[in-house]
């Protein structure tokens, strides 16, 4: 199998703090991971590729150093990397990125599956997965929890989709698009031979020229939202103590939610 | 469309390089330049001392092309309207108002004719209906290219969706068709008058800020909203509106993609994203075995139960009862966190709970922070006090 | 500090404390409190390649050395004691047949290992021959083209779980130190078994126990060196191995260190942190020195070791002597700074403190060492006065 799993470098969210002073983002030091739904995307292509045969491509859009991102996912035993990079790839929204993406693809070949994270903990909108299915106009199935069985000779895989309320079991035909979500697997680990092979592995870089995009269809130019404003978010929490021994505690939590009227008919005459 | 720096007035001074949040300004020989990075937020604008930014933008006019109309999706499953259809109708009704325009809601299913009066009843002026045995399971491709055709045909302005499992799935689809711009998650929706223009509130860097987006150029402007973000409307039973019948006739892809089942996840009676109560356990709780005590409390409080990140990884619970970053995003009336330290990553995905009540023997626990009321205790001793208590109530 | 590691040397280091910090820490009390060995952590260090780094390439190994080793060894030992004596023991069973194996015996033994495929074990100790090794009493029997083996051995490392075991018996009594020989004991071959599983104090997830062998039956070809090497063979693997205690030492050392850096840190008693405290922060400075002196000293004899000197006797001992001790004296320190909250098992500390004893008995007890520095003390000066 043919599989490219599509990743995104993103800021370490847990360091990004905003500024209550300046209302602005603190980002020195914050360091790039890869976005952690990606090395699950990662995981689900090497086991396929493991139990099937084949190779794993890695492909992700962003600046110069998302080059180090890739060569992670060589360390854990992906094959080949291409970095699609241009100033004019900037500033993109879903939309933009997608479409890029596209390209991308298009430009390396033919993959029987692509797999990307369901989300990228960034931007949060689980968008591009299936934007950049409908690009390339394939079928696609988000949030897969199993992939639960494959069948090369008919181009099928038989894959599980996590639902709010439970699973879907979805038969999709190759070549096809799938999100993961977490319980797809735990990634492994990296090998000694795995990141020895990344340091000296040649990247390509694909431009917006070498990839032949439409300059309307990228980066901040190309992209259909626009931002208008940012603001701190307002901070929660009245953070009331609540002491004493617990008894006392869970009077005084029971008076405290019972002045809601929707919470004092759930608690009733407790 | 450029952010300009006046080299005249600029002072160097660096305020615009601090302010801004995506790193796009640095302060190089004496000048602000900008980057790449640029998308043109403004936040610069308002902290430069001496005016020297200005942003040229293209105005976007009163949209002149026939685009009309607010649209929300209604989405069913096994024959039940999701509630946070009804949330987005009472949203939708007031965007509506604002417009001068139709609600409309768009009903796919089979056997799903009799849910229509339920939405002309929360305020849709017309539902459009495709009922068709096809479309009894969910499908991106069906779902996504009914959708996409009937927008094309009919030229909605806005389109609105839940953020559900669904809506999250088959919606992106929709608007990469249609070339248009889709926000996600939004937790505020506006009309700017001038302009008509939708303004979608969304939260970014994990919640870290609040960002207005909006979709100056295509239309439908599309958004999808998470459950219990926004109110439902006022009910009004027996209310008449227009019901247009929709066939799957020149939909594309009918057979990529195949539903073979539906697996019902039976530990919970509501699912998370609806829930109007959540009790979550955290690592601090030290073993599966006392998920049964969260159990036994979110039942007498009619809610479910999830879990933090450190208690799935430790294989406590399934992945299903997640919350967090790499989980699922809730926004219950009341959250009851217990055993759970507060780790970023899990409050992004409850902190727009109406009510926070944590329950942790470490004082300095981040979870305090973004508690409403924060008991600092043993939550073996807290919970069957409060779960005893409850049950006392009962008789 | 920095000790200017090469870059295959850095990501070595990187790899295992990745697979360290992931993989073990999260397991590490489950695995103490159950006694369990840590064999899916062991896949773990098996995919990433790091369980031939000092087995040559021919070999399927990574044809580094005791240094890149050591620094694998130390970063697992710095989150867990047990699960580091669990991958590194397999290191020791190996020692003899990396030194005096025929090219047969490495090509069938030593390929499986590199991959994480099997394990060894090392078998010296019995119970009437601890530091006394030349008392051991297991003796293999020549019988035409095989020999069989009696006697049992006591308290090794990986028993049950290691596929092959080198194993030393007497052959010839009467040649004294020149009648023991080596052998390679395959688990499986007819007369070789396993007694009891030890409880042990610390290192709980490593398995230890009791290898019996009852008329065990070996083809000859399992002989490693020749008859009657099995003392030299066991000198010159203990020589070569000492590194591999030492990085134990050092990274259980540096797990305490910040154990309690960061406890002392956020306690706060007579109103700031017990950091601010001189009697703790002295505390603090001395294990932090220790470790680090430890750690340069082993760094400095592992390269050594590397560069094929021959005389590394002394020095080696001092490797292990120094970083053992020091670990026993910064695991009690460390258990003394975070107080009665160090007693308790939810903090990592007491099992640290547990896991350090061992390492100051096994693989040669510190009296031990302390014998061989001064008879090489003595035998350098006797040198340097003959010139």
């Known amino acids: 199998m043919e599989i490219l799993v599509c990743i995104k470098q993103v800021p370490d969210t847990r360091d990004v703090k905003l500024d209550p002073a300046t209302n602005t983002l603190r980002r020195e030091g914050v360091a790039g991971i890869v976005n952690p739904f990606d090395l699950y995307a990662m995981e689900a292509a090497l086991r396929l590729r493991d139990a099937h045969g084949g190779r794993v491509f890695a492909m992700t859009m962003g600046p110069p150093q998302a080059a180090e991102a890739l060569r992670e996912l060589v360390g854990y035993g992906v094959d080949e990397a291409a970095l699609l990079s241009d100033r004019a790839f900037a500033g993109a929204d879903t939309w933009a990125t997608s479409y890029t993406l596209a390209r991308g693809v298009e430009k390396l070949g033919r993959f029987d599956l692509i797999v990307c994270g369901k989300q990228a903990i960034d931007g949060d909108t689980a968008q591009v997965g299936p934007e950049l299915a409908e690009q390339l106009g394939l079928p696609y199935v988000a949030f897969v929890r199993r992939i639960a069985s494959h069948d090369p000779a008919a181009g099928l895989l038989i894959v599980e989709r996590l639902m709010d309320d439970g699973y879907d079991v979805v038969e999709i035909k190759l070549p096809a698009l799938i999100t993961v979500v977490k319980e797809i697997g735990e990634p492994r680990v990296p090998s000694l031979k795995g990141k020895m092979r990344a340091r000296k592995l040649d990247i390509p870089v694909l431009t917006a020229e070498g990839l032949g995009a439409d300059p309307d269809k990228i980066g901040l130019n190309g992209s259909p939202t626009r931002v208008l404003e940012v603001f701190a978010p307002k901070p929660r929490g009245r953070r009331v103590r609540i002491e004493g021994k617990p008894r006392d505690q869970v009077t005084q939590l029971l008076e405290h939610l019972k002045k809601d009227k929707t919470l004092a008919a759930k608690v009733g005459a407790a | 469309m450029s952010l300009k720096v006046n080299p005249e007035l600029c002072t160097a001074c660096e305020a615009c390089a601090a302010a801004c949040p995506f790193g796009a300004i640095e302060v190089v020989d004496g000048l602000a330049r900008v980057n790449e990075k640029c998308n043109l937020c403004g936040a610069c604008l308002e902290v430069c001392p001496v005016e020297a930014l200005s942003i040229e933008r293209q105005e976007a006019g009163p949209v002149a092309d026939g685009h009309e109309g607010v649209w929300v999706f209604a989405e069913q499953r096994h024959g039940r309207l999701a509630p946070v259809a009804f949330e987005l109708l009472g949203q939708g009704r007031v965007l509506a108002e604002k417009l001068g325009t139709r609600l409309s809601a768009i009903l796919f299913g089979w056997g799903v004719r009799n849910l229509a009066a339920d939405l002309f009843a929360a305020g849709a002026d017309r539902v459009f209906l495709a009922d068709d045995p096809r479309l009894a399971g969910f499908t991106d491709d069906l779902y996504g290219g009914l959708l996409t055709r009937l927008a094309i045909e009919h030229r909605p302005e806005i389109v609105l969706g839940g953020a559900t499992a669904m809506g999250r799935s088959f919606i992106p689809k929709v608007a990469s068709a249609l070339h248009t711009g889709l926000t996600a998650d939004c937790t505020g929706l506006d009309i700017r008058a001038s302009d008509r223009l939708l303004l979608q509130t969304r939260p970014a860097f994990g919640g870290n800020i609040m960002a207005t987006i909006v979709c100056p150029s295509r239309r439908p402007q599309m958004a999808t909203v998470r459950p219990r973000v926004m109110r439902r409307g006022p009910v009004e039973a027996g209310r008449a509106g227009e019901l247009v019948e929709v066939s799957l006739a020149g939909v594309e892809w009918m057979d990529r993609t195949r539903l073979v089942e539906f697996v019902e996840d039976l530990s919970e009676k509501v699912n998370l994203v609806e829930a109007e109560v959540i009790v979550c356990g955290g690592r601090g709780l030290g073993g599966g075995r006392h998920f049964g005590l969260l159990r036994e409390l979110a039942d007498l409080l009619g809610g479910s139960v999830g879990a933090s990140r450190g208690a799935v990884d430790a294989g406590w619970i399934s992945y299903a009862h997640q919350i967090g970053q790499t989980g699922k995003t809730i926004s219950p009336k009341l959250y009851i966190a217990c055993g759970v330290s507060g780790a970023v990553q899990h409050l992004v995905g409850m902190q727009s709970s109406e009510v926070i009540v944590a329950v942790n023997k470490d004082p300095h626990a981040p979870i305090f922070d973004v508690a409403d009321f924060g008991l600092v205790g043993d939550l073996f001793e807290i919970v069957p006090e409060l779960i005893g208590r409850l049950k006392a109530a009962r008789g | ?387």
């Not at chain 3, 369980?51 to 710095?78: D, H, K, S």
């Not at chain 3, 134990?248 to 050392?253: K, N, S």
């Open chain 3, 1 to 387: 500090m920095d000790y200017f590691l090469t870059e295959e040397q850095q990501m070595i280091q990187d790899l295992a404390r990745q697979i360290a910090e992931e993989k073990v820490l999260p397991v590490r009390a489950e695995l103490d409190e159950k006694e369990e060995f840590p064999r899916a952590l062991l896949a773990h260090f098996a995919a990433a390649d790091l369980c031939g780094l000092n087995i040559p390439q021919p070999y399927g190994g990574m044809g580094l050395g005791m240094f890149e080793q050591a620094l694998a060894t130390e970063q697992v030992a710095r989150v867990c004691c047990g699960v580091a004596v669990s991958y590194a023991s397999s290191g020791l069973g190996i020692f003899p047949l990396l030194l005096y194996g025929s090219e047969e015996q490495k090509q069938k033994y030593l390929p499986d290992v590199a991959q994480g495929k099997t394990l060894a074990a090392f078998a010296l100790t019995e119970s009437s021959a601890g530091s006394d090794a030349s008392n051991i009493q297991t003796a293999a029997v020549r019988d035409g083209d095989a020999y069989v083996l009696n006697g049992a051995k006591q308290w090794i490392t990986n028993a049950g779980e290691a596929d092959f075991y080198t194993v030393i018996a007497i052959t010839d009594r009467a040649k004294g130190p020149r009648g023991a020989t080596f052998f390679i004991v395959e688990k499986g071959d007819k007369g070789f078994s396993f007694g009891k599983r030890e409880k042990k104090m610390g290192i709980r997830c490593s398995a230890t126990g009791e290898l019996i062998f009852s008329d065990c039956r070996i083809p000859a070809d399992r002989v490693i060196g020749r008859e009657g090497m099995g003392f030299i063979v066991a000198m010159r693997t203990f020589d070569m191995s000492r590194p591999g205690v030492g990085a134990l030492g050092v990274g259980l050392a540096q797990g305490a260190l910040e154990a309690a850096v960061d406890f002392a840190r956020t306690r706060i008693q007579f109103g700031r942190p017990i950091i601010g405290h001189q009697a703790v922060a002295h505390i603090l400075a001395d294990m932090a020195t220790g470790v680090e002196a430890g750690r340069a000293l082993l760094y400095a004899v592992a390269r050594y070791l590397d560069s094929g000197a021959k005389e590394v006797s002394k020095v080696s001992a001092m490797a292990k002597l120094f970083t053992s001790d020091t670990a026993m004296k910064v695991a009690t320190d460390a258990v003394q700074v975070l107080g009665g909250h160090g007693y308790m098992r939810d903090y990592p500390v007491e099992k640290m403190m547990r896991d350090a004893k061992i390492l100051q008995i096994f693989e040669g007890t510190n009296q031990i060492q302390r014998n061989i520095i001064g008879q090489e003390l003595n035998k350098e000066a006797g040198r340097a006065r003959k010139k």
